[in-house]
């Protein structure tokens, strides 16, 4: 698959420096050329000889050498490339990629390239968490980026989290999938939910939640990726559809009630992703309720359970549940999978950094009717629909379930 292949590296100035030199090695062994950019702080880790030793080119580091048969580098590097992957990616190279920075060579090129771009982060976990840090992902995310999530364990320093730079492994694999997208979900039909209902008080007022659909968004365009033909229920969002996906757009929850079961009996997969309001005003105002000196007490009546309701009614469908909670997360998450008759549950607490709602990332536990608990590290939602279609996956395959997967 990598064979023929060309690969820009962007190596810049972090301890994990040394671990491109596997990268590359990898992909040279699977009959790709490789030409590598080196920041004048990767140089203080890994010298240039190292690199070119294992890809047969000379290094590329300086924006104004002109090598012997180049005439533009940062242009033909940049024309030349199937996929350029920057490994590792310390702060300030996402700072200057997030802001559109051109102050060096690997900066200058990647700016020029219309090829996919690849980052793989490596960096103190404390850095990692930094909201710049975070924010720069995400911008990078939104404006075509792929990002390898990092490792979780021990760190060079002694701290302990995400920060550490994926083993070369899973970059590799994730190298291979963007070449070859699977298509595992075929010939699926898959029901994904959305977003924050909203209650209406009167014409101008509504009852809702703080779900902003990321999540949602996310399995549903992956699924879409993957194959599967999906429909996407979703409550008011500010997120674009993604291409290929059927979208139903509902605003209250008896509204994705009925259209989540009129779909219901022709879907193999639910994944009820949405936050779905417990409750909506008895009586909603035909006319704006005016603001007057006494307080304004709203009666409300209880929503239909919709995943309880999919639950009682389920044949040969898959279903999951999300759960979003503040306190005892594993003990209401598996209170709610036995009460709902879900094949598996995804629970977060919404109090933990990187996990709240609107946030690009997330930080999971997946459950199964088992009592079976696996904890996720912290990742981007984009990364975390395609480990929760993972296990949808295994599931369907009548696999077990082993978290130390």
């Known amino acids: 698959m990598l064979a023929g292949k060309y690969f820009v ?13 596997d990268l590359v090695s990898g992909l040279v ?46 242009l033909e590097l940049a024309r030349r490339a199937d996929m350029a992957l920057i490994v590792p990616a310390t702060a300030n190279i996402l700072a ?30 404390y850095m990692y968490r930094n909201r710049a840090v975070q ?38 694999e994730q190298i291979r999938m963007m070449f070859e997208p699977k298509k595992d979900l075929l010939p699926s039909t898959v029901l994904v939910t959305a977003g924050g209902t909203r209650e209406p008080i009167d014409p101008v007022r509504y009852i809702s939640n703080r779900s902003s659909g ?15 033909e999906v ?11 993604p291409a290929g996906v059927h979208i139903i757009n509902v605003e209250t929850a008896r509204q994705m009630y009925r259209a989540v079961m009129e779909l219901y009996p022709r879907v193999d997969v639910v994944i009820k992703a949405a936050a779905v309001a417990d409750y909506r005003p008895r009586v909603a105002a035909e006319q704006k309720i005016k603001k007057n000196d006494d307080d304004l007490v709203l009666e409300l009546e209880k929503n239909p359970d919709i995943l309880m309701e999919l639950g009682k009614q389920k044949k040969h469908q898959l279903l999951v549940g999300f759960a979003a909670e503040t306190e005892d997360l594993i003990k209401h998450a598996q209170a709610k999978i036995n009460k709902k008759n ?64």
């Not at 802001?99 to 960096?123: K, N, Q, R, W, Y």
Request: proline letters at 6%.
């Open 231 to 241: 429909y996407l229920v979703s409550a008011p969002t500010r997120l674009a559809v």
């Open 342 to 405: 879900l094949d598996m549950l995804v629970a977060n607490d919404v109090t933990r950094p990187g996990a709240g709602f609107g946030s690009d990332t997330n930080v999971v536990n997946i459950l199964y009717p088992d009592g079976t608990v696996e904890p996720l590290p912290l990742m981007d939602k984009l990364t975390l629909s395609e480990v929760i279609w993972d296990k949808v996956q295994q599931l369907k395959a009548g696999k077990k379930i082993d978290a130390a997967d």
């Open 9 to 21: 590296i962007g190596v810049t100035g972090g301890i994990a420096a040394y671990r491109a030199l």
């Open 29 to 74: 062994k699977a009959g790709a050329e490789v030409h590598v950019i080196m920041t004048a702080g990767a140089q203080q880790f890994v010298k240039p000889l190292a690199f070119e030793a294992i890809s047969g080119h000379r290094v590329h580091f300086d924006t104004f050498e002109t090598p012997p048969g180049w005439r533009y580098p940062h």
């Open 96 to 125: 200057k990629l997030a802001c559109g920075l051109a102050d060096d060579l690997l900066t200058t090129a990647v700016l020029a390239m219309v090829c996919p771009v690849l980052i793989c982060p490596a960096m103190n976990v």
């Open 135 to 172: 924010d720069n992902l995400s911008r990078l995310r939104r404006i075509g980026f792929k990002v390898v999530e990092p490792a979780v364990g021990r760190q060079a320093c002694g701290d302990e989290g995400p920060g550490r730079l994926a083993d070369v492994a899973v970059i590799l």
């Open 214 to 228: 990321k999540m949602g968004y996310a399995l549903a365009e992956t699924a879409a990726n993957r194959g599967a």
